[in-house]
C-alpha cells in the first residue's frame, strides 16, 4: 500500500462517522506525517506498513470522537503516531479497560497484593493487642466464675 491508498482508505472509514472537517485534518495530518519520514529517508511503503491498517486508525479516531463531547477532532502532541497522548480534556475522567490477559493477571496480582496487605494489617494488630487482651479475658472469666460460685 502506498500513501495514496492509504490516505485514500482512511477518508473512505471516516467518511459519515465523523465531520467533514475531522477527516481533512486526519488526512492531511497522515499525510504530512508519511511525507516528512520518507524526508528523514525511510521508503513510503515502510512508513505506512508502520501505521497499519487505515479502517483500524479510523476507528480509533470515530472512537475518540465519541467520547469527547464537544471537541471537533482528536489533537495529539506528537507528530508520531507511536507516541501519540491525547491532550487534557479538562473532564478528569479515565476508564480502564481489563481487556487483554496481561490486564487481568495484573489485575488479579492487584487483587491478591491487597488482600495479603490487609491480613497482614490485622495480623499484626492482633499480635500487638492479643499480649494484653488475653490475659484480661482471663481474669475477667475467673472474676465471672468466682462471683457465679458465691
Not at 470515530?62 to 471537533?72: A, K, L, N, Y
Amino acid at each position: 500500500m502506498n500513501k495514496v491508498e492509504f490516505i485514500e482508505g482512511l477518508q473512505k472509514a471516516l467518511e459519515m462517522k465523523v465531520s467533514p472537517q475531522t477527516v481533512r485534518e486526519n488526512a492531511s495530518y497522515y499525510s504530512q506525517y508519511i511525507e516528512d519520514e520518507v524526508r528523514k529517508g525511510r521508503s513510503e511503503q515502510e512508513v505506512v506498513e508502520e501505521l497499519g491498517d487505515p479502517w483500524v486508525i479510523a476507528r480509533t479516531i470515530t472512537d475518540t470522537q465519541g467520547t469527547q463531547e464537544g471537541i471537533e477532532s482528536a489533537y495529539y502532541d506528537s507528530p508520531y503516531p507511536q507516541h501519540k497522548r491525547k491532550k487534557n480534556t479538562g473532564n478528569g475522567t479515565r476508564i480502564f479497560m481489563v481487556d487483554s490477559w496481561w490486564k487481568r493477571l495484573l489485575f488479579m496480582v492487584c487483587i491478591i497484593g491487597v488482600l495479603f496487605i490487609v491480613f497482614a494489617v490485622i495480623s499484626g494488630i492482633i499480635s500487638l493487642i492479643a499480649p494484653v487482651v488475653i490475659p484480661i479475658l482471663c481474669v475477667v472469666m475467673i472474676i465471672r466464675i468466682m462471683r457465679n460460685r458465691q
